[in-house]
Protein backbone atom coordinates (compact mmCIF):
# COMPACT_ATOMS: atom_id res chain seq x y z
CA UNK A 1 0.00 0.00 0.00
CA UNK A 2 1.47 3.55 -0.73
CA UNK A 3 0.23 7.26 -0.46
CA UNK A 4 3.37 8.93 -1.71
CA UNK A 5 3.07 11.45 -4.65
CA UNK A 6 4.93 9.94 -7.44
CA UNK A 7 6.12 11.48 -10.98
CA UNK A 8 4.33 10.10 -13.37
CA UNK A 9 6.64 8.68 -15.97
CA UNK A 10 5.14 10.33 -18.87
CA UNK A 11 5.47 14.19 -19.07
CA UNK A 12 2.27 15.31 -20.41
CA UNK A 13 0.17 13.88 -16.83
CA UNK A 14 0.20 15.75 -13.87
CA UNK A 15 2.17 13.32 -10.69
CA UNK A 16 -0.90 12.14 -9.01
CA UNK A 17 -0.14 9.20 -6.37
CA UNK A 18 -0.54 5.42 -7.50
CA UNK A 19 -3.66 3.72 -6.30
CA UNK A 20 -3.46 2.80 -2.83
CA UNK A 21 -4.07 -0.87 -3.63
CA UNK A 22 -0.42 -1.83 -5.46
CA UNK A 23 -2.30 -4.49 -6.90
CA UNK A 24 -4.39 -2.06 -9.16
CA UNK A 25 -2.25 -2.35 -12.57
CA UNK A 26 -3.20 -2.51 -15.85
CA UNK A 27 -3.11 -6.42 -15.61
CA UNK A 28 -5.94 -6.40 -13.16
CA UNK A 29 -7.94 -6.39 -15.53
CA UNK A 30 -10.81 -8.59 -17.88
CA UNK A 31 -9.04 -10.81 -20.44
CA UNK A 32 -11.51 -9.55 -23.02
CA UNK A 33 -10.55 -5.98 -22.79
CA UNK A 34 -7.13 -7.28 -23.81
CA UNK A 35 -8.60 -9.07 -26.93
CA UNK A 36 -10.91 -6.40 -27.99
CA UNK A 37 -7.79 -4.17 -27.60
CA UNK A 38 -6.01 -5.98 -29.62
CA UNK A 39 -9.14 -6.78 -32.05
CA UNK A 40 -9.52 -2.73 -32.19
CA UNK A 41 -6.27 -2.42 -33.06
CA UNK A 42 -6.09 -5.25 -36.04
CA UNK A 43 -8.95 -3.26 -37.52
CA UNK A 44 -7.52 -0.02 -37.27
CA UNK A 45 -9.78 1.27 -34.97
CA UNK A 46 -8.09 1.68 -32.07
CA UNK A 47 -7.54 5.14 -32.52
CA UNK A 48 -11.15 5.98 -32.70
CA UNK A 49 -12.64 8.72 -30.21
CA UNK A 50 -15.19 6.69 -28.16
CA UNK A 51 -17.41 7.87 -25.00
CA UNK A 52 -18.45 5.70 -22.20
CA UNK A 53 -20.66 6.42 -19.01
CA UNK A 54 -19.99 4.73 -16.22
CA UNK A 55 -23.73 4.26 -13.82
CA UNK A 56 -25.71 1.83 -12.09
CA UNK A 57 -29.13 1.12 -12.62
CA UNK A 58 -30.59 0.41 -9.18
CA UNK A 59 -30.27 1.88 -5.54
CA UNK A 60 -28.88 -0.80 -3.33
CA UNK A 61 -30.57 -1.97 0.04
CA UNK A 62 -33.79 -1.96 -1.31
CA UNK A 63 -33.30 2.13 -0.54
CA UNK A 64 -33.76 5.34 -2.95
CA UNK A 65 -29.90 6.69 -2.75
CA UNK A 66 -26.99 5.65 -3.37
CA UNK A 67 -23.10 7.83 -2.10
CA UNK A 68 -20.61 7.96 -4.57
CA UNK A 69 -17.31 6.79 -4.00
CA UNK A 70 -14.45 5.59 -5.43
CA UNK A 71 -13.51 8.80 -7.57
CA UNK A 72 -9.93 9.08 -6.26
CA UNK A 73 -8.81 5.60 -6.75
CA UNK A 74 -9.64 5.47 -10.68
CA UNK A 75 -8.23 9.53 -11.29
CA UNK A 76 -4.44 7.50 -9.41
CA UNK A 77 -5.36 4.42 -11.34
CA UNK A 78 -4.98 6.29 -15.00
CA UNK A 79 -2.73 8.76 -13.79
CA UNK A 80 -0.26 5.92 -13.27
CA UNK A 81 -1.47 3.99 -16.09
CA UNK A 82 1.52 2.52 -18.05
CA UNK A 83 2.20 -1.90 -19.34
CA UNK A 84 5.54 -2.62 -17.58
CA UNK A 85 7.59 -4.65 -20.10
CA UNK A 86 6.71 -7.93 -17.99
CA UNK A 87 3.11 -7.11 -18.02
CA UNK A 88 3.36 -7.20 -22.13
CA UNK A 89 5.48 -9.79 -22.38
CA UNK A 90 2.51 -11.95 -20.25
CA UNK A 91 0.02 -10.46 -22.18
CA UNK A 92 1.98 -11.51 -25.17
CA UNK A 93 2.10 -15.30 -23.68
CA UNK A 94 -1.54 -15.17 -23.23
CA UNK A 95 -2.86 -14.01 -26.21
CA UNK A 96 -2.58 -16.30 -29.54
CA UNK A 97 0.86 -16.39 -31.50
CA UNK A 98 -0.88 -15.24 -34.54
CA UNK A 99 -1.34 -12.06 -32.72
CA UNK A 100 1.06 -9.63 -34.72
CA UNK A 101 3.84 -8.08 -32.82
CA UNK A 102 2.46 -4.31 -33.60
CA UNK A 103 0.03 -4.49 -30.87
CA UNK A 104 2.13 -5.24 -28.94
CA UNK A 105 4.77 -2.07 -29.41
CA UNK A 106 1.67 -0.36 -29.90
CA UNK A 107 0.89 -1.49 -25.60
CA UNK A 108 4.44 -0.32 -24.78
CA UNK A 109 2.80 3.32 -25.84
CA UNK A 110 -0.22 3.85 -24.42
CA UNK A 111 -0.62 6.24 -21.31
CA UNK A 112 -4.04 7.93 -20.18
CA UNK A 113 -2.01 11.34 -21.46
CA UNK A 114 -5.30 11.50 -24.08
CA UNK A 115 -7.91 10.17 -21.83
CA UNK A 116 -10.32 12.49 -20.43
CA UNK A 117 -12.75 11.60 -17.73
CA UNK A 118 -15.47 13.64 -16.19
CA UNK A 119 -17.37 12.78 -13.18
CA UNK A 120 -19.53 13.40 -10.20
CA UNK A 121 -18.00 14.49 -7.05
CA UNK A 122 -16.87 11.78 -5.10
CA UNK A 123 -19.14 11.56 -1.59
CA UNK A 124 -21.96 12.71 -3.48
CA UNK A 125 -25.71 11.45 -3.00
CA UNK A 126 -26.34 9.89 -6.77
CA UNK A 127 -28.91 8.26 -8.45
CA UNK A 128 -29.97 5.27 -11.18
CA UNK A 129 -28.77 5.93 -14.58
CA UNK A 130 -26.97 9.67 -14.14
CA UNK A 131 -23.02 8.89 -15.46
CA UNK A 132 -21.11 8.90 -12.35
CA UNK A 133 -18.45 8.77 -14.96
CA UNK A 134 -18.00 10.04 -18.49
CA UNK A 135 -14.84 8.35 -19.66
CA UNK A 136 -13.40 9.29 -23.95
CA UNK A 137 -10.46 8.55 -25.57
CA UNK A 138 -8.72 6.42 -27.81
CA UNK A 139 -11.47 3.46 -27.89
CA UNK A 140 -8.65 0.92 -27.50
CA UNK A 141 -7.38 2.78 -24.23
CA UNK A 142 -10.52 3.54 -23.00
CA UNK A 143 -11.78 -0.31 -23.06
CA UNK A 144 -9.18 -1.34 -20.79
CA UNK A 145 -10.02 0.96 -18.63
CA UNK A 146 -13.84 -0.92 -17.96
CA UNK A 147 -13.01 -3.25 -15.22
CA UNK A 148 -10.66 -1.30 -13.48
CA UNK A 149 -13.20 1.75 -13.19
CA UNK A 150 -16.44 -0.66 -12.18
CA UNK A 151 -14.25 -2.43 -9.47
CA UNK A 152 -12.97 0.36 -8.08
CA UNK A 153 -16.65 2.61 -7.97
CA UNK A 154 -18.76 -0.53 -7.09
CA UNK A 155 -17.69 -1.91 -3.31
CA UNK A 156 -16.91 1.79 -2.18
CA UNK A 157 -20.13 2.97 -3.36
CA UNK A 158 -21.63 0.12 -1.74
CA UNK A 159 -19.76 0.49 1.36
CA UNK A 160 -20.35 4.01 1.48
CA UNK A 161 -23.85 3.96 0.94
CA UNK A 162 -23.95 0.81 3.27
CA UNK A 163 -22.34 3.32 6.07
CA UNK A 164 -24.47 6.38 5.24
CA UNK A 165 -27.65 3.97 6.17
CA UNK A 166 -26.42 2.85 9.49
CA UNK A 167 -25.43 6.29 10.07
CA UNK A 168 -28.76 7.51 9.32
CA UNK A 169 -30.38 4.83 11.76
CA UNK A 170 -28.45 5.64 14.10
CA UNK A 171 -28.81 9.57 14.23
CA UNK A 172 -26.98 11.91 14.62
CA UNK A 173 -25.31 11.76 17.94
CA UNK A 174 -24.17 8.24 18.48
CA UNK A 175 -20.57 7.87 17.88
CA UNK A 176 -19.79 4.83 14.65
CA UNK A 177 -16.99 2.42 14.80
CA UNK A 178 -16.00 0.23 12.53
CA UNK A 179 -14.60 -2.85 13.31
CA UNK A 180 -15.25 -5.56 10.06
CA UNK A 181 -11.46 -5.72 9.51
CA UNK A 182 -11.41 -9.14 10.94
CA UNK A 183 -14.66 -10.61 8.67
CA UNK A 184 -14.31 -8.20 6.01
CA UNK A 185 -13.43 -10.00 2.22
CA UNK A 186 -9.34 -10.34 2.45
CA UNK A 187 -6.82 -7.27 3.00
CA UNK A 188 -8.46 -4.92 0.07
CA UNK A 189 -11.69 -5.11 1.60
CA UNK A 190 -10.69 -4.80 4.93
CA UNK A 191 -8.95 -1.24 4.04
CA UNK A 192 -11.65 -0.43 1.62
CA UNK A 193 -14.33 -0.76 4.23
CA UNK A 194 -12.40 1.43 6.84
CA UNK A 195 -11.55 4.06 4.31
CA UNK A 196 -15.35 4.56 2.63
CA UNK A 197 -17.00 3.87 6.18
CA UNK A 198 -15.59 6.50 7.70
CA UNK A 199 -16.56 8.54 3.78
CA UNK A 200 -20.03 7.34 4.63
CA UNK A 201 -20.42 9.31 8.12
CA UNK A 202 -18.71 6.84 10.53
CA UNK A 203 -16.24 8.21 13.34
CA UNK A 204 -13.81 5.75 13.62
CA UNK A 205 -12.15 2.50 12.74
CA UNK A 206 -10.11 0.16 14.27
CA UNK A 207 -8.44 -1.10 12.06
CA UNK A 208 -4.57 0.24 12.08
CA UNK A 209 -3.30 -0.02 8.73
CA UNK A 210 -6.27 2.32 7.47
CA UNK A 211 -5.58 4.51 10.19
CA UNK A 212 -2.10 4.93 8.80
CA UNK A 213 -2.77 5.53 5.23
CA UNK A 214 -5.69 7.68 5.44
CA UNK A 215 -5.64 9.36 8.91
CA UNK A 216 -9.02 7.99 10.11
CA UNK A 217 -9.52 8.30 13.73
CA UNK A 218 -8.70 4.96 15.19
CA UNK A 219 -10.52 3.74 18.33
CA UNK A 220 -10.71 0.32 20.31
CA UNK A 221 -11.69 -1.41 23.50
CA UNK A 222 -10.23 -5.26 24.39
CA UNK A 223 -11.37 -8.56 24.21
CA UNK A 224 -13.02 -11.33 26.13
CA UNK A 225 -9.27 -13.22 25.80
CA UNK A 226 -8.21 -9.82 27.99
CA UNK A 227 -10.76 -10.59 30.52
CA UNK A 228 -10.62 -14.55 30.66
CA UNK A 229 -6.47 -13.99 30.71
CA UNK A 230 -6.83 -13.29 34.17
CA UNK A 231 -7.27 -15.63 37.20
CA UNK A 232 -7.21 -14.07 40.05
CA UNK A 233 -6.24 -10.37 42.06
CA UNK A 234 -2.99 -11.97 43.26
CA UNK A 235 -1.67 -11.94 39.63
CA UNK A 236 -0.98 -8.56 39.68
CA UNK A 237 2.22 -7.92 41.00
CA UNK A 238 2.93 -4.26 39.51
CA UNK A 239 0.49 -2.42 41.94
CA UNK A 240 1.23 1.29 42.36
CA UNK A 241 -0.35 4.36 40.84
CA UNK A 242 0.62 7.56 40.22
CA UNK A 243 -2.07 9.94 40.54
CA UNK A 244 -3.26 11.80 37.66
CA UNK A 245 -1.79 15.06 38.15
CA UNK A 246 1.27 13.37 39.85
CA UNK A 247 1.37 14.52 43.03
CA UNK A 248 1.01 11.59 45.09
CA UNK A 249 1.17 7.73 44.44
CA UNK A 250 -1.40 4.95 45.26
CA UNK A 251 1.25 2.03 46.23
CA UNK A 252 -1.56 -0.56 45.93
CA UNK A 253 -4.05 0.54 43.25
CA UNK A 254 -5.28 -3.51 43.39
CA UNK A 255 -6.13 -2.57 47.14
CA UNK A 256 -8.09 0.37 46.71
CA UNK A 257 -10.06 -1.35 43.91
CA UNK A 258 -10.97 -3.82 46.42
CA UNK A 259 -12.17 -1.10 48.81
CA UNK A 260 -13.98 0.41 46.46
CA UNK A 261 -15.86 -2.87 45.24
CA UNK A 262 -16.63 -3.41 49.51
CA UNK A 263 -18.53 0.29 49.66
CA UNK A 264 -20.82 -0.70 46.51
CA UNK A 265 -21.21 -4.08 48.07
CA UNK A 266 -21.98 -2.42 51.16
CA UNK A 267 -24.79 0.34 49.62
CA UNK A 268 -28.68 -0.19 49.84
CA UNK A 269 -29.05 1.53 47.12
CA UNK A 270 -26.97 -1.19 44.63
CA UNK A 271 -27.32 -4.23 45.63
CA UNK A 272 -24.00 -5.53 44.72
CA UNK A 273 -23.30 -9.46 45.75
CA UNK A 274 -20.11 -11.08 45.13
CA UNK A 275 -18.32 -10.33 41.64
CA UNK A 276 -16.23 -12.43 39.59
CA UNK A 277 -12.91 -11.89 40.90
CA UNK A 278 -10.78 -12.86 37.85
CA UNK A 279 -13.15 -10.13 35.95
CA UNK A 280 -12.05 -7.28 38.33
CA UNK A 281 -8.24 -8.54 38.09
CA UNK A 282 -8.31 -7.56 34.49
CA UNK A 283 -9.79 -4.27 34.63
CA UNK A 284 -7.78 -3.43 37.63
CA UNK A 285 -5.05 -4.36 35.47
CA UNK A 286 -6.32 -2.54 32.26
CA UNK A 287 -6.48 0.75 34.24
CA UNK A 288 -2.92 -0.20 35.44
CA UNK A 289 -2.27 0.08 32.09
CA UNK A 290 -4.36 2.80 30.68
CA UNK A 291 -5.34 5.11 33.54
CA UNK A 292 -6.58 7.49 31.41
CA UNK A 293 -8.95 5.54 29.01
CA UNK A 294 -9.96 3.01 31.14
CA UNK A 295 -13.00 1.05 29.29
CA UNK A 296 -14.04 -2.03 30.34
CA UNK A 297 -15.75 -5.25 28.39
CA UNK A 298 -18.36 -6.10 30.68
CA UNK A 299 -20.08 -9.00 29.26
CA UNK A 300 -17.71 -12.20 29.93
CA UNK A 301 -19.39 -13.23 33.22
CA UNK A 302 -22.75 -11.47 34.20
CA UNK A 303 -23.06 -7.81 33.13
CA UNK A 304 -25.05 -6.60 36.10
CA UNK A 305 -23.95 -8.53 39.02
CA UNK A 306 -20.41 -8.64 38.00
CA UNK A 307 -18.98 -6.66 34.96
CA UNK A 308 -20.54 -3.53 35.71
CA UNK A 309 -19.99 -3.78 40.04
CA UNK A 310 -16.09 -4.56 38.84
CA UNK A 311 -16.22 -1.61 36.53
CA UNK A 312 -18.09 0.54 38.65
CA UNK A 313 -15.29 -0.32 41.75
CA UNK A 314 -12.02 0.59 39.06
CA UNK A 315 -13.92 3.54 37.96
CA UNK A 316 -14.48 4.97 41.50
CA UNK A 317 -10.91 3.95 42.30
CA UNK A 318 -9.53 5.89 39.39
CA UNK A 319 -11.51 8.75 40.10
CA UNK A 320 -10.30 8.99 43.78
CA UNK A 321 -6.58 9.47 41.93
CA UNK A 322 -7.90 12.37 39.83
CA UNK A 323 -8.82 10.13 36.28
CA UNK A 324 -12.13 9.46 34.64
CA UNK A 325 -13.16 6.50 33.25
CA UNK A 326 -13.82 6.03 29.45
CA UNK A 327 -17.08 3.57 29.68
CA UNK A 328 -17.97 0.00 29.00
CA UNK A 329 -18.67 -2.47 25.98
CA UNK A 330 -21.61 -4.67 25.86
CA UNK A 331 -21.18 -7.19 23.30
CA UNK A 332 -24.09 -9.67 23.86
CA UNK A 333 -27.43 -10.19 25.01
CA UNK A 334 -30.49 -8.05 25.11
CA UNK A 335 -28.43 -4.61 24.15
CA UNK A 336 -31.61 -2.42 25.04
CA UNK A 337 -31.86 -4.33 28.44
CA UNK A 338 -28.51 -4.41 29.54
CA UNK A 339 -27.52 -0.94 28.29
CA UNK A 340 -30.59 0.48 30.41
CA UNK A 341 -29.43 -1.82 33.47
CA UNK A 342 -25.77 -0.10 33.55
CA UNK A 343 -27.19 3.00 32.80
CA UNK A 344 -29.43 2.74 36.25
CA UNK A 345 -26.25 1.25 38.31
CA UNK A 346 -24.07 4.26 36.60
CA UNK A 347 -26.66 6.71 37.97
CA UNK A 348 -26.91 4.97 41.45
CA UNK A 349 -23.25 5.04 41.92
CA UNK A 350 -23.27 8.87 41.22
CA UNK A 351 -25.92 9.03 43.68
CA UNK A 352 -24.42 7.72 45.87
CA UNK A 353 -20.85 8.49 46.28
CA UNK A 354 -21.36 12.18 44.87
CA UNK A 355 -19.44 11.43 41.54
CA UNK A 356 -20.90 14.43 39.12
CA UNK A 357 -21.33 12.72 35.37
CA UNK A 358 -20.81 9.25 36.57
CA UNK A 359 -24.31 8.65 35.24
CA UNK A 360 -23.25 9.22 31.87
CA UNK A 361 -20.47 7.08 31.40
CA UNK A 362 -20.04 5.85 27.73
CA UNK A 363 -21.75 2.56 26.88
CA UNK A 364 -20.33 0.97 23.60
CA UNK A 365 -22.53 -1.75 22.25
CA UNK A 366 -21.56 -4.81 19.60
CA UNK A 367 -22.04 -8.30 18.40
CA UNK A 368 -23.83 -8.51 14.76
CA UNK A 369 -24.90 -5.25 14.75
CA UNK A 370 -26.52 -3.88 11.33
CA UNK A 371 -29.10 -1.60 10.20
CA UNK A 372 -32.30 -3.71 11.66
CA UNK A 373 -30.49 -4.23 15.40
CA UNK A 374 -29.95 -0.58 15.26
CA UNK A 375 -33.69 0.38 14.21
CA UNK A 376 -34.58 -2.47 17.05
CA UNK A 377 -33.00 -0.96 19.53
CA UNK A 378 -34.40 2.62 19.33
CA UNK A 379 -38.14 1.35 19.10
CA UNK A 380 -37.12 -0.50 22.58
CA UNK A 381 -35.38 2.39 23.73
CA UNK A 382 -31.75 1.89 24.85
CA UNK A 383 -28.83 3.91 26.50
CA UNK A 384 -26.39 2.90 24.19
CA UNK A 385 -23.67 5.69 23.15
CA UNK A 386 -21.44 4.32 20.49
CA UNK A 387 -22.07 1.50 18.34
CA UNK A 388 -19.20 -0.77 17.25
CA UNK A 389 -20.30 -2.25 13.82
CA UNK A 390 -18.11 -5.38 11.62
CA UNK A 391 -19.65 -7.89 9.41
CA UNK A 392 -22.89 -6.76 8.58
CA UNK A 393 -21.03 -3.49 7.18
CA UNK A 394 -18.33 -4.07 5.97
CA UNK A 395 -19.22 -7.20 3.58
CA UNK A 396 -22.80 -5.46 2.86
CA UNK A 397 -24.44 -8.43 4.02
CA UNK A 398 -27.92 -6.90 2.65
CA UNK A 399 -26.65 -6.83 -0.36
CA UNK A 400 -23.36 -8.33 -2.16
CA UNK A 401 -22.74 -5.63 -5.24
CA UNK A 402 -23.84 -2.38 -6.59
CA UNK A 403 -24.48 -3.22 -10.37
CA UNK A 404 -21.99 -0.89 -12.03
CA UNK A 405 -21.97 -1.05 -15.56
CA UNK A 406 -19.65 0.68 -18.27
CA UNK A 407 -21.32 1.52 -21.71
CA UNK A 408 -20.33 2.66 -25.33
CA UNK A 409 -22.89 5.54 -25.72
CA UNK A 410 -21.08 7.30 -28.94
CA UNK A 411 -18.12 6.41 -31.15
CA UNK A 412 -16.85 8.91 -33.82
CA UNK A 413 -19.25 11.08 -32.40
CA UNK A 414 -21.78 8.76 -33.79
CA UNK A 415 -24.06 8.08 -31.04
CA UNK A 416 -24.71 3.83 -29.73
CA UNK A 417 -27.23 2.71 -28.12
CA UNK A 418 -27.41 -0.94 -26.11
CA UNK A 419 -31.14 -2.58 -26.42
CA UNK A 420 -32.68 -4.86 -24.33
CA UNK A 421 -35.62 -6.77 -23.77
CA UNK A 422 -35.33 -5.11 -20.42
CA UNK A 423 -36.46 -1.12 -20.37
CA UNK A 424 -34.74 -0.69 -17.74
CA UNK A 425 -31.37 -1.79 -19.60
CA UNK A 426 -31.67 0.24 -22.23
CA UNK A 427 -28.40 2.15 -22.59
CA UNK A 428 -29.08 6.25 -22.59
CA UNK A 429 -27.30 7.33 -26.29
CA UNK A 430 -24.73 9.96 -26.55
CA UNK A 431 -22.15 12.06 -24.86
CA UNK A 432 -24.30 13.99 -22.25
CA UNK A 433 -24.29 16.75 -19.67
CA UNK A 434 -26.48 16.47 -16.15
CA UNK A 435 -27.67 18.81 -14.22
CA UNK A 436 -29.48 18.33 -10.72
CA UNK A 437 -32.39 20.94 -10.60
CA UNK A 438 -33.49 22.37 -6.57
CA UNK A 439 -36.53 23.16 -5.66
CA UNK A 440 -38.20 26.17 -3.51
CA UNK A 441 -37.57 24.28 -0.27
CA UNK A 442 -33.80 23.76 -1.31
CA UNK A 443 -34.00 20.25 -2.07
CA UNK A 444 -32.93 18.18 -4.95
CA UNK A 445 -36.14 17.86 -7.20
CA UNK A 446 -34.70 16.24 -10.27
CA UNK A 447 -31.84 15.32 -12.30
CA UNK A 448 -31.97 15.76 -15.94
CA UNK A 449 -29.78 14.33 -18.55
CA UNK A 450 -29.50 16.43 -21.86
CA UNK A 451 -26.94 15.96 -24.91
CA UNK A 452 -23.59 17.68 -24.95
CA UNK A 453 -24.18 20.42 -26.68
CA UNK A 454 -28.14 21.62 -25.50
CA UNK A 455 -28.32 25.11 -24.14
CA UNK A 456 -28.59 24.44 -20.27
CA UNK A 457 -31.45 24.33 -17.69
CA UNK A 458 -31.43 28.14 -16.05
CA UNK A 459 -32.59 29.27 -12.88
CA UNK A 460 -36.37 30.17 -12.73
CA UNK A 461 -36.98 28.62 -16.50
CA UNK A 462 -39.34 26.11 -17.23
CA UNK A 463 -38.39 23.24 -18.06
CA UNK A 464 -39.93 19.74 -19.12
CA UNK A 465 -38.00 16.93 -17.83
CA UNK A 466 -39.12 13.08 -19.19
CA UNK A 467 -38.49 10.07 -18.03
CA UNK A 468 -36.10 8.35 -20.20
CA UNK A 469 -37.93 5.49 -21.71
CA UNK A 470 -41.81 6.26 -20.29
CA UNK A 471 -43.83 8.73 -22.54
CA UNK A 472 -46.27 9.41 -20.09
CA UNK A 473 -44.29 10.51 -17.39
CA UNK A 474 -43.04 13.90 -17.31
CA UNK A 475 -43.05 17.15 -15.30
CA UNK A 476 -42.24 20.38 -15.75
CA UNK A 477 -39.49 22.08 -13.13
CA UNK A 478 -38.50 25.75 -12.38
CA UNK A 479 -35.59 25.26 -10.83
CA UNK A 480 -34.51 27.72 -8.28
CA UNK A 481 -31.10 26.34 -8.47
CA UNK A 482 -29.07 24.38 -10.93
CA UNK A 483 -25.49 22.30 -10.45
CA UNK A 484 -23.87 20.78 -13.08
CA UNK A 485 -22.78 17.29 -12.07
CA UNK A 486 -20.45 16.09 -14.05
CA UNK A 487 -16.68 17.85 -13.91
CA UNK A 488 -13.47 17.60 -15.19
CA UNK A 489 -11.40 15.65 -12.87
CA UNK A 490 -8.56 14.28 -16.01
CA UNK A 491 -8.37 16.78 -18.54
CA UNK A 492 -6.80 14.90 -21.25
CA UNK A 493 -5.30 16.36 -24.31
CA UNK A 494 -8.50 18.59 -23.63
CA UNK A 495 -6.51 21.60 -22.25
CA UNK A 496 -9.31 21.94 -19.66
CA UNK A 497 -8.93 22.85 -15.88
CA UNK A 498 -8.57 20.19 -14.09
CA UNK A 499 -11.08 19.73 -10.49
CA UNK A 500 -8.59 19.13 -7.65
CA UNK A 501 -8.94 15.61 -5.68
CA UNK A 502 -10.72 16.66 -2.00
CA UNK A 503 -9.24 15.32 0.65
CA UNK A 504 -11.44 12.29 2.44
CA UNK A 505 -12.33 14.52 5.05
CA UNK A 506 -13.73 16.86 2.62
CA UNK A 507 -15.25 13.81 0.62
CA UNK A 508 -17.02 13.07 4.11
CA UNK A 509 -18.24 16.57 4.73
CA UNK A 510 -19.46 16.93 1.34
CA UNK A 511 -21.13 13.32 1.83
CA UNK A 512 -23.15 14.05 5.58
CA UNK A 513 -24.00 17.51 3.99
CA UNK A 514 -25.52 15.61 0.91
CA UNK A 515 -27.77 13.10 2.85
CA UNK A 516 -28.61 15.81 5.28
CA UNK A 517 -30.02 17.61 2.07
CA UNK A 518 -32.32 15.00 0.54
CA UNK A 519 -36.44 15.45 1.00
CA UNK A 520 -36.58 13.25 3.95
CA UNK A 521 -39.03 10.59 1.84
CA UNK A 522 -36.15 9.83 -0.22
CA UNK A 523 -34.38 8.57 2.77
CA UNK A 524 -36.90 6.64 4.77
CA UNK A 525 -35.89 2.81 5.11
CA UNK A 526 -39.22 1.44 4.69
CA UNK A 527 -41.48 2.67 0.85
CA UNK A 528 -38.76 5.86 0.24
CA UNK A 529 -39.78 7.66 -2.66
CA UNK A 530 -37.82 7.51 -5.91
CA UNK A 531 -36.03 10.48 -6.37
CA UNK A 532 -36.40 11.50 -10.02
CA UNK A 533 -34.21 10.76 -13.29
CA UNK A 534 -35.28 12.70 -16.54
CA UNK A 535 -33.34 13.16 -19.70
CA UNK A 536 -34.61 16.48 -21.82
CA UNK A 537 -37.11 16.53 -25.17
CA UNK A 538 -34.15 16.93 -27.36
CA UNK A 539 -32.30 13.77 -25.47
CA UNK A 540 -35.85 11.78 -25.46
CA UNK A 541 -36.59 12.32 -28.70
CA UNK A 542 -33.16 11.76 -29.62
CA UNK A 543 -33.48 8.08 -27.65
CA UNK A 544 -36.70 7.16 -29.29
CA UNK A 545 -35.29 7.56 -32.88
CA UNK A 546 -32.43 5.95 -32.75
CA UNK A 547 -34.16 2.86 -30.73
CA UNK A 548 -36.29 2.43 -33.47
CA UNK A 549 -33.85 2.85 -35.95
CA UNK A 550 -31.80 0.16 -34.24
CA UNK A 551 -34.14 -2.49 -33.22
CA UNK A 552 -35.00 -4.21 -36.19
CA UNK A 553 -39.07 -4.80 -37.45
CA UNK A 554 -40.18 -8.56 -36.64
CA UNK A 555 -42.80 -10.48 -38.66
CA UNK A 556 -45.78 -12.35 -36.94
CA UNK A 557 -45.84 -15.24 -39.11
N1 LIG B 1 -32.76 -5.55 22.22
C1 LIG B 1 -32.46 -6.10 21.08
N2 LIG B 1 -33.34 -6.10 20.06
C2 LIG B 1 -33.07 -6.67 18.89
N3 LIG B 1 -31.91 -7.28 18.63
C3 LIG B 1 -30.99 -7.32 19.58
C4 LIG B 1 -31.21 -6.74 20.84
N4 LIG B 1 -30.11 -6.94 21.58
C5 LIG B 1 -29.24 -7.62 20.83
N5 LIG B 1 -29.74 -7.86 19.61
C6 LIG B 1 -29.15 -8.59 18.49
O1 LIG B 1 -29.51 -9.95 18.66
C7 LIG B 1 -28.46 -10.81 18.24
C8 LIG B 1 -28.08 -11.69 19.42
O2 LIG B 1 -27.08 -12.56 19.02
P1 LIG B 1 -26.94 -14.05 19.55
O3 LIG B 1 -28.22 -14.78 19.38
O4 LIG B 1 -25.74 -14.61 18.93
O5 LIG B 1 -26.80 -13.84 21.09
P2 LIG B 1 -25.58 -13.39 21.93
O6 LIG B 1 -26.13 -12.39 22.84
O7 LIG B 1 -24.44 -12.98 21.06
O8 LIG B 1 -25.26 -14.69 22.68
P3 LIG B 1 -23.88 -15.23 23.21
O9 LIG B 1 -23.94 -14.99 24.66
O10 LIG B 1 -23.94 -16.65 22.80
O11 LIG B 1 -22.77 -14.48 22.53
C9 LIG B 1 -27.36 -9.91 17.75
O12 LIG B 1 -27.46 -9.75 16.36
C10 LIG B 1 -27.64 -8.59 18.44
O13 LIG B 1 -27.15 -7.48 17.72
O1 LIG C 1 -20.20 -8.46 15.50
P1 LIG C 1 -19.58 -7.60 14.48
O2 LIG C 1 -20.54 -6.58 13.94
O3 LIG C 1 -18.89 -8.37 13.40
O4 LIG C 1 -18.45 -6.70 15.24
C1 LIG C 1 -17.17 -7.14 15.53
C2 LIG C 1 -17.14 -8.28 16.50
O5 LIG C 1 -15.85 -8.72 16.57
C3 LIG C 1 -15.49 -8.94 17.93
O6 LIG C 1 -15.70 -10.21 18.46
P2 LIG C 1 -15.88 -11.54 17.65
O7 LIG C 1 -17.15 -11.45 16.90
O8 LIG C 1 -14.63 -11.82 16.88
O9 LIG C 1 -16.06 -12.60 18.77
P3 LIG C 1 -17.45 -13.09 19.34
O10 LIG C 1 -18.09 -13.89 18.26
O11 LIG C 1 -17.12 -13.85 20.53
O12 LIG C 1 -18.26 -11.85 19.62
C4 LIG C 1 -16.36 -7.95 18.67
O13 LIG C 1 -16.52 -8.32 19.99
C5 LIG C 1 -17.61 -7.91 17.89
O14 LIG C 1 -18.55 -8.81 18.37
O1 LIG D 1 -11.79 -2.57 19.77
C1 LIG D 1 -12.74 -3.34 19.81
O2 LIG D 1 -13.54 -3.40 20.75
C2 LIG D 1 -12.98 -4.27 18.64
C3 LIG D 1 -12.22 -4.23 17.51
C4 LIG D 1 -12.47 -5.10 16.49
C5 LIG D 1 -13.50 -5.97 16.57
N1 LIG D 1 -14.25 -6.01 17.67
C6 LIG D 1 -14.01 -5.17 18.69
MG1 LIG E 1 -19.35 -11.32 17.70
Known amino acids: MKDKPESNSHSKVPAVPGPTNPMVTPLLNDLYQFTMSYAYWRAGKHQEHAVFDLYFRKNPFGGEYTVFAGLDECIRFIANFKLTEDDICFIRKTLPPSCEDGFFEYLRGIDCSDVEVHAITEGSVVFPKVPLLRIEGPVAVVQLLETPFVNLVNYASLVTTNAARHRFVAGKSKLLLEFGLRRAQGPDGGIGASKYCYMGGFDATSNVAAGKLFGIPLRGTHSHAFVSSFMSPEEIVHKPLCSFDGSTTCEDFVALVQS?????????????????????????????????????????????????????????????????????????????????????????????????????????????????????????????????????????YAQAALGCVFKLVEIKNQPRIKLSEDVSKVSIPCKKRSYRLYGKEGYPLVDIITGENEPSPKVGERILCRHPFIESKRAYVVPQHVEELLKCYWPGASGKQREELPSLGDIRDRCIKQLEQMRPDHMRKLNPTPYKVSVSTRLYEFIHSLWLNEAPVGELQ
Open 260 to 396: WLEKIQRSKLLSVGDTNQSELAAFTSYALAFPNDFLALVDTYDVARSGVPNFCAVALALHELGYKAAGIRLDSGDLAYLSGEARKIFCQVEKEFKVAGFGKMTITASNDLNEETLEALNKQGHEVDTFGIGTYLVTC
